[in-house]
């Protein structure tokens, strides 16, 4: 039987030609549909008293899907007082997100971010100077705090790099420290009514569960006003077959019931927070590029794409593989490597990018070596979709290498219709913050 959808979206192989002719490649697509499921089940976790979902703005931090997002009730964790300010400017209040970032703003920017705290900003201390900096404000103003705890333990992350926890991770308040920042808190009237800590993204649902028990047991000891309580994110999502992905109704239930002991001993009442990003919307998302040349060499055969590194750079640094589906002009599919179809007649491709560096590849080794992918083998002007791109794709990559431009964002609606959410960059965007200067 001859495939015509692929992925776990469902996407419809014939709109990917059509795409691609009304708005060009390389380009984003998103699904709609697949957000809000997705954003379902986290709102229908498993919970004891209650339970605060936050959507991680650094994995996708369009203005269309923040709307998605917080229109399904989720609200904002951001990494910077410039994803807070591009929130708000997208219409989403200050009183729907938290603060938690490495900066320690000053001068014009401190001034910004008390004006967002007044606005309703939760603000999550990471580090001693954050805490001494902001204390006699918060104190003056009567506000509570948050605290990101760093726990010093290892294994949150599916690599190095994405590990939070460990001591090689700087991230919050050390759990060393956190008598000595109560203290001084205790000092200026101050509360810490929320305990947040992430220990890293992707990581095994196992150490999820050791998380929750180590946070549980010093917010016991250390914070008798928290009445919430962050698991952080990092809930692992599938985009490769033979992935598995977290378990929510099992995870979900495993912090219940922790979370009805600790009641059980203390007589305290926790709402459960977490704090997702990627399992919102990672398998939305496809990045369309065409085939723009094929190569062979002794040892592999290429096919060059108009659009890699550029647009994700997860393959580069973290390791990180993407699903690859092979589609005709004329909107076939050939082949879906999520949906292992076919079985029989594929050959092994390197699929590269345009940029000049030898890692501009879909898929690496550890050592950076590209890794060839086993497809039926395309013509130079069909289609390489890569799927699992909707989380850390156009968020994080290195946008306007080698001039590069930014390309454009279509958003899959729920009723089937294509929108276009984000043009491509003009041009002119490249150079448009530099002087002409005479030296």
């Known amino acids: 039987m001859t495939m015509t959808s692929?992925?776990?979206?469902?996407?419809?192989?014939?709109?990917?030609?059509?795409?691609?002719?009304?708005?060009?490649?390389p380009i984003y697509l998103h699904d709609q549909q697949y957000i809000e499921n997705s954003c379902d089940q986290l709102i229908a976790m498993p919970n004891a008293y209650g339970l605060h979902v936050r959507y991680a703005i650094k994995a996708n931090?369009?203005?269309?899907?923040?709307?998605?997002?917080?229109?399904?009730?989720?609200?904002?964790?951001?990494?910077?007082?410039?994803?807070?300010?591009?929130?708000?400017?997208?219409?989403?209040?200050?009183s729907r997100m938290m603060l938690t970032t490495q900066e320690v703003p000053t001068g014009e920017e401190r001034t910004e971010l008390e004006a967002m705290i007044k606005d309703g900003l939760r603000y999550n201390v990471c580090s001693m100077l954050q805490f001494q900096l902001i204390a006699d404000f918060a104190a003056q103003n009567k506000i509570d705090l948050s605290m990101r705890v760093h726990p010093g333990a290892a294994g949150g992350g599916e690599?190095?790099?994405?590990?939070?926890?460990?001591?090689?991770?700087?991230?919050?308040?050390?759990?060393?420290?956190?008598?000595?920042?109560?203290?001084?808190?205790?000092?200026?009237?101050?509360?810490?009514?929320?305990?947040?800590?992430?220990?890293?993204?992707?990581?095994?649902?196992?150490?999820?569960?050791?998380?929750?028990?180590?946070?549980?047991?010093?917010?016991?000891?250390?914070?008798?006003?928290?009445?919430?309580?962050s698991f952080g994110g990092g809930l692992k999502v599938a985009r490769m077959p033979g992935e598995k992905q977290a378990d929510i109704a099992s995870l979900g239930a495993y912090a219940k019931q922790r979370i009805e002991e600790f009641?059980?001993?203390?007589?305290?009442?926790?709402?459960?927070?977490?704090?997702?990003?990627?399992?919102?919307?990672?398998?939305?998302?496809?990045?369309?590029?065409?085939?723009?040349?094929?190569?062979f060499t002794n040892e592999m055969n290429f096919l060059i794409v108009d659009g890699g590194m550029?647009?994700?750079?997860?393959?580069?640094?973290?390791?990180?593989?993407?699903?690859?589906a092979i589609v005709r002009q004329d909107g076939t599919?050939?082949?879906?490597?999520?949906?292992?179809?076919?079985?029989?007649?594929?050959?092994p491709f390197g699929i590269v990018g345009r940029c000049c560096e030898s890692g501009d590849s879909v898929r690496l080794d550890k050592e950076g070596n590209i890794v060839p992918v086993m497809i039926?083998?395309?013509?130079?002007?069909?289609?390489?979709?890569?799927?699992?791109?909707?989380?850390?794709?156009?968020?994080?990559?290195?946008?306007?290498?080698?001039?590069?431009?930014?390309?454009?964002?279509?958003?899959?609606?729920?009723?089937?219709?294509?929108?276009?959410?984000?043009?491509?960059?003009?041009?002119e965007q490249l150079t448009q913050n530099e002087l002409d200067v005479t030296l």
């Open 333 to 347: 599919l050939l082949s879906s490597e999520y949906d292992q179809t076919p079985t029989a007649g594929l050959k």
């Open 376 to 427: 039926v083998e395309p013509e130079i002007g069909d289609y390489v979709v890569i799927g699992g791109t909707g989380a850390y794709s156009e968020s994080m990559s290195p946008e306007n290498y080698n001039s590069h431009r930014k390309p454009g964002a279509v958003m899959r609606t729920k009723t089937g219709e294509l929108v276009l959410i984000r043009k491509k960059q003009d041009r």
């Open 159 to 229: 690599s190095a790099t994405r590990d939070t926890g460990s001591e090689y991770s700087c991230f919050g308040v050390h759990l060393r420290d956190v008598p000595t920042v109560k203290a001084l808190a205790d000092e200026k009237g101050l509360r810490f009514t929320q305990v947040h800590v992430h220990i890293g993204s992707g990581g095994a649902p196992e150490k999820w569960q050791e998380n929750i028990d180590r946070e549980l047991g010093f917010v016991k000891t250390y914070f008798p006003d928290a009445v919430t309580v």
């Open 310 to 324: 550029e647009l994700l750079t997860r393959p580069l640094l973290y390791g990180s593989e993407h699903p690859i």
């Open 61 to 94: 931090s369009d203005r269309t899907v923040l709307r998605i997002v917080t229109g399904k009730g989720l609200d904002l964790d951001c990494s910077s007082l410039d994803e807070a300010a591009r929130a708000h400017a997208a219409g989403i209040p200050y």
């Open 263 to 295: 009641k059980a001993a203390t007589g305290r009442e926790l709402m459960m927070e977490i704090e997702p990003g990627t399992f919102v919307v990672a398998n939305s998302g496809h990045i369309v590029t065409r085939i723009i040349d094929k190569k």
């Open 6 to 25: 692929f992925g776990p979206t469902g996407l419809d192989a014939t709109l990917i030609p059509k795409i691609a002719g009304e708005w060009g490649t």
